[in-house]
DNA sequence: CGATAATTGTTATTAGTTATATCAAACGTC
DNA sequence: GACGTTTGATATAACTAATAACAATTATCG
């Protein structure tokens, strides 16, 4: 038998456990996830989600997405960088990057400039505008987005995590 | 202990000295992340994206993705749901859903039955082969995936960590 | 030097994911 | 039995991510 011809056969046939029901919920309308919630990268993916919303909300009356602000970051750490450099250590695909840059440059945040040393490559810089919106943004960030967070885990477990996630993100 | 009272108490991985990331990079290459390493969103993502690619890896064999494994544990753990609970236990918007559970019915992973009860849904259940294949894949994670970022962390921060994206999930 | 290879920004295109609106069938309620 | 709701499904639109190719420029090296 590889498919139960009935709904019925089928919950048979599955084993319906004895008093493995620590968690909860065989009727409240909530699922087990059973070793879902031992998987670390499903916790990683609904960790993030939540956080990437938080931002937005928090960074919303300056219209800058995560990618997009941290671009403006990224460019007021590194002046004098081209798009190649900017894009790979984001980790954005250079094709993909001009369309983000066109946007940013369009809402005049940011610039492009040929090097005088290289007539190929964009020299990126950051507008007036751009380091006063990256200033406005961090503010919104830190005080609304990172402070909830902070207060949530506790600043030593808001440290330990980063730490971790950065550790998985260089060495694994 | 749910979420472990201290940084020390989290995880041993080292910390950066202060002052050391001054001058990181002026001309090695290397960029600036500049305060993009204290925004845990960014962490996060980079660390989802290494452990779902890792992921892929592990279980390749198999040719699973970890929404696709999900699917099959949360089914496991839930026999006689219907489409609309698992995909909104997952965070999968129903219409989705549909060609996903295509996907794995037509691999005989999985099957629609029709409800006794209730003649609009569809119980979803394991079939033989789904149930081989996740307990094949199962051993993967955990012998392969899993086993290396304990590794890679040790196990009390493994669990740590696990304990603090659950926190974010569920509170944040 | 000059031919060849490599790099930069760009375009086009494809695949993949996520979201919204809508539909018919079935159900629940009054 | 009429009305609103739910379920699975379809179509479609946004958005993200990936690959190939191209012109202009620079680097390599015989």
Chains 1, 2 share one sequence.
Not at 8 to 37: I, N, T, Y
Not at 79 to 102: C, H, K, W, Y
Not at 128 to 148: C, P, T, Y
Request: overall charge positive; proline content about 4%.
């Amino acid at each position: 038998m590889t498919v139960p011809k009935t709904a019925a056969d089928a919950v048979k046939v599955s084993r319906p456990v004895a008093g493995q029901d620590l968690d909860a919920s065989s009727d409240d309308g909530l699922l087990h996830l059973g070793e879902l919630s031992g998987l670390l990268g499903y916790s990683l993916k609904r960790a993030q989600l939540r956080v990437f919303e938080d931002f937005l909300r928090c960074v919303a009356p300056l219209q800058l997405t995560p990618a997009q602000f941290s671009v403006l970051l990224l460019l007021d750490q590194n002046p004098g960088r081209n798009q190649t450099e900017i894009a790979s250590t984001l980790g954005i695909l250079r094709p993909n990057f001009v369309a983000m840059l066109d946007a940013l440059e369009s809402r005049e945040l940011c610039a492009r400039m040929r090097s005088a040393s290289d007539r190929r490559s964009h020299i990126l810089v950051l507008t007036d505008k751009g380091r006063a919106v990256l200033a406005r943004a961090k503010k919104l960030v830190a005080n609304k987005h990172e402070a909830r967070l902070i207060e949530l885990l506790g600043p030593e477990n808001h440290a330990a995590l980063l730490e971790m996630l950065a550790k998985i993100a260089r060495e694994f």
